[in-house]
C-alpha cells in the first residue's frame, strides 16, 4: 500500500513561516547534483565549467587554494561585506574539504564573513570540530550542547542577539541534515515508523535505454536493498525535524526584535537524492529530475503570500538576488545567473529564460572495490549490493528546458559511446522513456548547439535565449566550424 507522503512532511513550520508566507518556486534546479559544486554555485552565482569546482575533493578544487584565491574574494558574500556595508555570518558546512591541511586548515576564514562558525569538511551530527572565527572547537556527543543542528541554531540566534543594528545582515546557515549519517536528535528517533520512500513509476525498475552506468543497477533490488533505502530515507525526514526548529526559532527571534517584516528569508538545497529509482539505492550525482530539482521558497518585503511560480530557476540566481535585494548590479559581477527579485515582486510581462545547464564530471576509483571484486576499475559509490553510483565517465551535460510549450531535457555523456539521453516531461515526468532516436534530427542538432553554447558561456551569454524562445537564432554553420564536427568543444577540458 503507498503511503501518502502529502499527510505527512518533517517541514511543517517550515513551509507554513516561509512557503506559505511567500513563494515557491516549483521548478528549481541545481546545475551539478553533488554538494561541494552546487555550493560553489550558489556561492559565486556561477555554473561548474567557471567556478572550476567538479567534485568533492581538493583536487577537484573544492576549497582548494585556487579556490580561495580565485573565486573566495569574488562570492556574494564578499561583494556584500565590502561594497554593501553588510555585516555577513556563516555557521554550518562549508565546503566538503574546508579544514583539510592543504586547504589552508581551520585557521583560514573565507574573505566576505564577519563572523564565521564552519564544519571541518563534511557533514556530521556530533563529534565534529568547527572553526570559530579561524579557531577550532571541538564538540562531543552531549545532545544537550553537541547536536549540531541545535548548535547552529544557537550561535544564529546569538548573532541575531549581538549584531550592530546600524548596518544591514545576511546569514547563511547551512544545516549539514538531512545528509548522512542522518543521526536524528533523540526526540525524533521514532518519528515517521510508517514511512516509505516514494514508490514512483520509475522506482524499482530497469533503467531501461539509458546510460550504462544505469543499466547495471540490480532490478529488481533486493529486499536488503529496499529495506536499506526506506530507512536511510526515515532517518533523513527525522533529522529534518530539527531544521524545522531551527526555522522556527529564528523566525520567532526576528519576529520578536521586529526585523521579521523587513527581512528575506530563502530556503533551498543543495541537491536531490534518490531512494530506489531506477533502482539505484541512494545516492545524487545523476541528471535526472530526483537528483537536480530542489526545494526553493522565499519570503520577505514586497513578496504576497501563498504564491507559486514555475518559472525556471537555478541556484545560480541566489547570489544575484541577493545582490539585488542589497542594490548592487549583477552587471558589476562575472556571475551566470538572473535576479529572482522581479519574479518574487510580481513584475508583468517579464522576460525569462528558457533553459538551464546541468554538467557533472563523473568519480571513479583507479583500483578494484575490494568489497565488490567482480567490478572494474574505474567506478565508485558501489553499495548497496554492489550498484555503482558512479564512474569517471559517468560525465555528461544537459540542457533543462522549460517554455510554455515545450518541458525537455536533453543530455551528452563524454564517453565513447557518446551516449545521448533525451525526455519529454510533458508526456513522461518519471524519465522512464529516452526519446533520443525518434526525436526530430533537426531539433537534436538544435540542442545540441545550445549545449554547447552554454558549456562555454560566461555572465551575459549564460542568459541568451534558448531553442524554445521565440527570440532564439539558430545558425546551422556555426555548428561545423570546428573541423566539421558538432561535439569537439562538448566537455571544456580545464575543468579537469
Request: proline content about 6%; hydrophobic content about 35%.
Amino acid at each position: 500500500m503507498y503511503n501518502s507522503l502529502l499527510l505527512q512532511t518533517p517541514l511543517k513550520k517550515t513551509k507554513a513561516l516561509i512557503g506559505d508566507m511567500g513563494m515557491t518556486f516549483s521548478s528549481a534546479y541545481v546545475p551539478s547534483a553533488l554538494c561541494c559544486p552546487s555550493r560553489a554555485s550558489i556561492l559565486t552565482g556561477k555554473y561548474p565549467h567557471n567556478h572550476g569546482v567538479v567534485n568533492n575533493t581538493l583536487e577537484g578544487n573544492c576549497s582548494s587554494q585556487s579556490w580561495q584565491k580565485i573565486q573566495e574574494p569574488n562570492t556574494f558574500p564578499a561583494i556584500l561585506r565590502s561594497m554593501c556595508g553588510y555585516q555577513t555570518f556563516f555557521a554550518g558546512k562549508y565546503l566538503n574539504e574546508y579544514g583539510a591541511p592543504g586547504a589552508g586548515g581551520l585557521e583560514h576564514v573565507p574573505l566576505g564573513w564577519s563572523y564565521w562558525y564552519a564544519l571541518e569538511k563534511n557533514s556530521k551530527y556530533y563529534n565534529y570540530t568547527l572553526s570559530i572565527n579561524g579557531k577550532a572547537r571541538k564538540h562531543g556527543e552531549n545532545y544537550s550542547v553537541d547536536y549540531l543542528t541545535d548548535v547552529l541554531a544557537n550561535v544564529s540566534l546569538d548573532f541575531l542577539d549581538y549584531k550592530s543594528n546600524s548596518e544591514p545582515f545576511f546569514m547563511m546557515i547551512a544545516t549539514p541534515a538531512p545528509h548522512s549519517p542522518w543521526t536524528a536528535a533523540p526526540q525524533y528517533q521514532k518519528s515517521f515508523q510508517n514511512v516509505l520512500a516514494p514508490r514512483n513509476k520509475n522506482f524499482n525498475i530497469h533503467g531501461t535505454n539509458k546510460h550504462w552506468l544505469i543499466r547495471q543497477a540490480k532490478t529488481p533490488m533486493t529486499n536488503s536493498s529496499i529495506q536499506f533505502l526506506d530507512n536511510a530515507f526515515r532517518k533523513r525526514w527525522q533529522t529534518l525535524l530539527s531544521v524545522d526548529d531551527l526555522v522556527e526559532k529564528l523566525i520567532k527571534r526576528l519576529e520578536f526584535t521586529g526585523e521579521l517584516s523587513n527581512t528575506y528569508i530563502f530556503y533551498t538545497s543543495d541537491n536531490g537524492y534518490h531512494t530506489g529509482q531506477f533502482s539505484l539505492p541512494i545516492d545524487k550525482r545523476q541528471l535526472y529530475e530526483f537528483d537536480i530539482k530542489v526545494p526553493l521558497l522565499v519570503r520577505g518585503p514586497g513578496i504576497k503570500p501563498n504564491q507559486t511560480s514555475k518559472l525556471l530557476v537555478a541556484n545560480i540566481d541566489l547570489g544575484p538576488t541577493i545582490l539585488d535585494i542589497a542594490g548592487y548590479s549583477l552587471n558589476k559581477t562575472q556571475m551566470d545567473g538572473m535576479s529572482l527579485l522581479p519574479i518574487l515582486k510580481g513584475a508583468s510581462n517579464l522576460t525569462w529564460r528558457s533553459d538551464i545547464l546541468v554538467e557533472y564530471q563523473g568519480e571513479g576509483r583507479d583500483a578494484t572495490d575490494p568489497t565488490c571484486p567482480s567490478l572494474s576499475p574505474g567506478v565508485s559509490q558501489c553499495f548497496p549490493d554492489c550498484v555503482c553510483e558512479d564512474a569517471y565517465n559517468n560525465t555528461y551535460a544537459c540542457v533543462r528546458t522549460m517554455s510554455a510549450l515545450w518541458n525537455l531535457q536533453y543530455c551528452e555523456f563524454d564517453d565513447q559511446e557518446v551516449f545521448v539521453e533525451v525526455y519529454n516531461l510533458t508526456a513522461d515526468p518519471d524519465q522512464i522513456t529516452n526519446i533520443a532516436k525518434s526525436i526530430d534530427p533537426e531539433l537534436l542538432g538544435k540542442m545540441n548547439y545550445r549545449l554547447m553554447m552554454l558549456q562555454s558561456c560566461s555572465g551575459p551569454t549564460c542568459r541568451t535565449p534558448g531553442v524554445f524562445d521565440p527570440r532564439y537564432r539558430f545558425d546551422p554553420r556555426l555548428m561545423f566550424s570546428n573541423h566539421g564536427s558538432v561535439r569537439t568543444q562538448r566537455f571544456s577540458k580545464h575543468l579537469l
